[in-house]
């Protein structure tokens, strides 16, 4: 899946400049599917889908966009599945003395997640998200030999 995505990652260096608003019908089915797909292990639905768009001649901007807002619906089916597990826990989770370092955890997470989107949309609207692919392709390489001397039994 990780080298997947970095093939797609380079696979955005050959999009042309975009201007369109959105993409059609066909494109747009495609936007779901790939979305869908991407659950799967080490792919990225982000890049899958704004490569997806930039290929269809959407702005670059206006991609970014478009892949954010098609995610929500699985990102908030994973916080709702996330919370439900979690009801019965809820009591043991969340003592006193964990709500401190709980608030700063979640402050840290929230805050690195902004950055990395403003990050990721200055790569895009620059041309770059291929670039994501520069630090994927050694770590799919890494990962696939550990998996191979993983001792199996």
Known sequence: GLLVTAAVLIGSRFAKPGREEQPGVVGALLLGAVQGVAVLPGLSPIAMTVTLLLLFG???????????????PTTLGALLLGLWSARGESQTLLTPALLGPAAAGTLAAFLAGVAALWLLRQSVVAGRLSW??????????????????????
Do not use: D
């Open 132 to 153: 994501f692919a520069a630090w994927l392709v050694p770590v799919s390489l890494a990962t696939l030999a550990l998996a191979k001397a993983w001792p199996h039994g």
């Open 58 to 72: 959407v702005r670059r901007a206006r991609a970014f966009e478009l892949s954010l807002l098609v995610s929500l």
